[in-house]
């Protein structure tokens, strides 16, 4: 079992940056994958950026790609998603996921990831 709080949305202009965080707590952090997924309203939950449980391997959506970096500090149980030249079609609520597979690589897909954090805002004004 694992809980997971997200932090650090909010209302941004176009152009504007911000830096979600997202601890963790009840398992030993360093032994699993996470993730962030985003939903927009009327669209479905979709992948936005992944990493390995060492940091040492990420992946993103292309929609993120050169923007968006993904991070993480196993010392403090906490994962990062550094949101850079946001866009309004980036407006969603942001998710963090957990996926606790013993193989040491990212994960892309919804049914991969085991806990859900409850969410942030996003909103990226034109």
């Known amino acids: 079992q694992v809980q997971l709080a997200e932090s650090g949305g909010g209302l941004v202009q176009a152009g504007g940056s911000l830096r979600l965080s997202c601890a963790a707590s009840?398992?030993?952090?360093?032994?699993?994958?996470m993730g962030w997924f985003r939903q927009a309203p009327g669209k479905e939950r979709e992948f936005v950026a992944g990493?390995?449980?060492?940091?040492?391997?990420?992946n993103y959506a292309d929609s993120v790609k050169g923007r968006f970096t993904i991070s993480r500090d196993n010392a403090k149980n906490t994962v990062y998603l550094q949101m850079n030249n946001l866009k309004p079609e980036d407006t969603a609520v942001y998710y963090c996921?957990?996926?606790?597979?013993?193989?040491?690589?990212?994960?892309?897909?919804?049914?991969?990831?085991?806990?859900w954090g409850q969410g942030t805002q996003v909103t990226v004004s034109s």
């Open positions: 996921a957990a996926n606790f597979s013993p193989v040491g690589r990212t994960y892309s897909a919804r049914g991969d990831y085991d806990f």
């Open positions: 990493i390995n449980w060492s940091g040492g391997m990420t």
């Open positions: 009840g398992r030993v952090f360093n032994s699993y994958a």
